[in-house]
T-cell receptor, first 109, second 113 residues
């Protein structure tokens, strides 16, 4: 069975500092990985997908199959990045998606 | 505008009762999933429907059941409510392939007393 682990429940950085939100997964096949974000009083929304290799709002995430990780990174954090971030995994060719417990990021001025 | 709407937004039920939560998916999205999110936790997968048939289920008992309709709406039914069923219930839909992300609704906050 697939599992997603986000080891940090809380993460606090200062504005302009680099930020990395960790995500580790376990799955025997080829997973598809996602990062979702939930800003205050808003619904959960897709931030980025592993397969698209895109940068959204300055965030990037690289799938490391050797380390089974999909960490989310941004070189210079902004106050508006403060939110709850969830890593999620979907097995290849399967619509079932499993979420990690989430990391609350706070960017201080 | 996400296109996924859930009703009601809040609900209070008594232990042992039954509840039906409703979701209207984005037009064209033939896959819908339901999640339970307890306070301080990530969303937990309940089940998924594709073209009106259940095609995936998480670790939830049979008293959690669902339906999906041709008009892109769906229901989550929970029988014999327990106090631990108190949570935010999220509906999420998507079209396209496995690599497309879900569009989430705002959720229904269920409180069982």
């Amino acid at each position: 069975a697939q599992r997603v682990t986000q080891p940090e429940k809380l993460l606090s950085v200062f504005k302009g500092a680099p930020v990395e939100l960790k995500c580790n997964y376990s799955y025997s096949g080829s997973p598809e990985l996602f990062w979702y974000v939930q800003y205050s009083r808003q619904r959960l929304q897709l931030l980025l997908r592993h397969i698209s290799r895109e940068s959204i709002k300055g965030f990037t995430a690289d799938l490391n199959k050797g380390e089974t990780s999909f960490h989310l990174k941004k070189p210079f954090a902004q106050e508006e990045d403060s939110a709850m971030y969830y890593c999620a995994l979907s097995p290849y060719n399967n619509n079932d998606m499993r979420f990690g417990a989430g990391t609350r990021l706070t960017v201080k001025p | 505008e996400t296109g996924v709407t859930q009703s009601p937004t809040h609900l209070i039920k008594t232990r042992g009762q039954q509840v039906t939560l409703r979701c209207s998916s984005q037009s064209g999205h033939n896959t819908v999933s339901w999640y339970q999110q307890a306070l301080g936790q990530g969303p937990q997968f309940i089940f998924q429907y594709y073209r009106e048939e259940e095609n995936g289920r998480g670790n939830f008992p049979p008293r959690f059941s669902g339906l999906q309709f041709p008009n892109y709406s769906s229901e989550l039914n929970v029988n014999a409510l327990e106090l631990d069923d108190s949570a935010l219930y999220l509906c999420a839909s998507k079209g396209g392939g496995f690599d497309y992300g879900y569009t989430f609704g705002s959720g229904t906050r269920l409180t069982v007393v």
